[in-house]
């Protein structure tokens, strides 16, 4: 390890451990102290840098940040999507019992689409222009399912055509994807996604392209369709309220690190890591006051091939000259909100309860967060 890289545990040789509660071990996805880095031209990017969570069937996630934070980088990761001769991948990613990292290439193949599916941002990416609609979602089940003969994967994609809400999911079966309005591509990407039954869902800015009413609608069926199939969901979003409307629990990214993680109630209620409250401020669904300004977090983000030390968020934090300098030299651990400063302990990035990565005091972070509330006026 270089010197830019954090300890993942605080400085467990100087701090006593922590006893804390562990992530459900039944989660039927858990994500341990997951690194991702590219070598490229210009160096090392360092996308994700000792991630951590976990996610029961039923429950959503929501990973949170700006654009750059790592935050498909992680998602790909899961889905075993990243090219191996370009990407290095260290830590744990269970799925279902299973360990994806190191797993060979047909393996992952077919966990991918039957265990796991994904929805892109954009459904052209993941929809042909060639090929009708019904076919394509025809043919992600026979992958899965050989026998299956191609009158019954027609029906079953006509089925999932329907379920998703598309009217009349038989003609629109031989419609190419072009024929298909943006809300209607969504949901046929979603009905291929889910066509095989998958336990786990990932869906990557699935409403970003979409106008409100679409996306509340997209959003509406996603978590229908999770009640029904009990799948497990993590939702990728820059929208802090996206996640309030569907996530149980959040994950807060910036430069491809946890800086915050917690119960939607806690991370939306009681915000802890300064760049959540710019995350919070930036949201107009959010604001008390409609006619108020919405205040974008100063700054831009970091660069991951060169990160800056210590925080990586301290150039842009308002507070970070309060911590003696710490912010500016030593990367701050994932621990509980309430911990004393000097007990950052070894396995905290799979606790559960309501984490932080920040160097302020508990009590300085509560009055500081009053304080920036009332500048800028978000409703609690
Ligand atoms: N294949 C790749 N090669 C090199 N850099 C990459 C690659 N994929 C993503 N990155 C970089 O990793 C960082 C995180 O990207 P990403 O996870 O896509 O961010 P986001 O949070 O917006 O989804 C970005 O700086 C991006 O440029
Ligand atoms: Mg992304």
Redesign the pocket.
Known sequence: MDSSDPAPSGKPDDHPTVPAQRANEDAYLRVSDLRVR?D?EDGV?R??DGVSFAVERGRTLGIV????????????AILGL??PK??TITGEISVGGRQVVGLADEEVRRLRGRDMAMIFQDPLSALHPYYTVGRQIAEAYRVHHPKASRRAARQRAIDMLDRVGIPQPARRFDQYPHEFSGGMRQRAMIAMSLVNDPALLIA??PTTALDVTVQAQILDLLADLQAEFHSAIIL?T?DLGVVGQVADEVLV?YG?RAVERGSVEQVLRAPQHPYTWGLLSSVPSLHGDADADLLPIRGNPP??INLPPGCAFHPRCRYADRTGGRSQSEVPALRPVDAADATDAAGLAEATGHLVACHLGAAERAALYAEDIASVGVAR
Request: hydrophobic content about 30%; cysteine-free.
């Open positions: 590219f490229t990017v996308a994700v940040g700006e654009s750059g934070s790592g935050k498909s980088v992680t998602s790909l990243h090219d370009r990407t990557d800015e990728i820059h990214m491809g660069s991951l």
